[in-house]
């Protein structure tokens, strides 16, 4: 069965700083990974997935996440934090169907 | 600009109340969904629609009757429902297995 684990519930970094938000991912085949972003009183919007094709997936915002198979892992990052950029972070994965696994999800802080 | 629409925004309603929920995407997708968000709980799958026919109810209370009278529009249902059931309530479209694009989603409130 699939499943995803965000870690940590809340993230702060400041101003300027770089972004990291871990994810991690079960999967008893090739998963697609995404990760989602979610502004105070809005849906879901994606940020980036993965697909199999470049292991470094670059998305919207200046965010990029790299998918580590050997860690299991497709962590996002930032180079630089942006007060734009407090929302709440969701990493999902799926098997290439309609169901798609989300994670509990990461609020991101930025401290000014 | 997500390309998927939701009404109401908020929505307010006793337990002995019928209210619908509407969702309406100008994608061109066939496949529809509807979550439930709630504080401190993952985002939770409740019915998917692929071209208009039912292919998951995620173990969800008859209170909520999800109907799809076509590709572009979803509804969801809703009568006599719980205090628990107050939630955001999220739409969700895609093509055939592809990414999925979502709704500003319903904050339901049940008195």
């Known amino acids: 069965a699939q499943s995803v684990t965000q870690l940590g519930s809340h993230v702060s970094v400041s101003e300027g700083a770089l972004v990291l938000l871990r994810c991690n991912y079960s999967?008893?085949?090739?998963?697609?990974l995404f990760w989602y972003v979610q502004y105070p009183n809005q849906g879901l919007q994606l940020l980036l997935k993965?697909?199999?094709?470049?292991?470094l997936v670059k998305g919207i915002n200046g965010f990029e996440a790299e998918f580590k198979k050997s860690e299991t892992s497709f962590h996002l990052t930032k180079p630089s934090a942006h007060m734009s950029d407090a929302a709440e972070y969701f990493c999902?994965?799926?098997?290439?169907?309609?169901?798609?696994?989300f994670g509990k999800g990461t609020r991101l802080h930025i401290l000014p | 600009e997500t390309g998927v629409t939701q009404t109401p925004r908020h929505l307010v309603m006793g337990m002995t109340n019928k209210k619908s929920l509407k969702c309406e995407q100008h994608?061109?997708?066939?496949?529809m969904y509807w979550y439930k968000q709630s504080a401190k709980k993952p985002l939770e799958l409740m019915f998917v629609?692929?071209?208009?026919?039912?292919?998951e109810n995620n173990s969800v209370p008859s209170r909520f009757s999800p109907e799809c009278p076509n590709s572009s529009h979803l509804f969801l249902h809703l009568h006599t429902l719980q205090p628990e059931d107050s939630a955001l309530y999220l739409c969700?479209?895609?093509?055939?297995?592809?990414?999925?694009?979502f709704g500003p989603g319903t904050r339901l409130t049940v008195l």
């Open positions: 994608l061109g997708h066939n496949a």
């Open positions: 993965y697909t199999s094709a470049a292991t």
């Open positions: 629609y692929n071209f208009k026919e039912q292919t």
């Open positions: 999902a994965v799926s098997l290439g169907d309609d169901k798609i696994i």
């Open positions: 969700a479209s895609s093509a055939q297995e592809d990414t999925q694009y």
């Open positions: 999967s008893s085949v090739p998963p697609y």
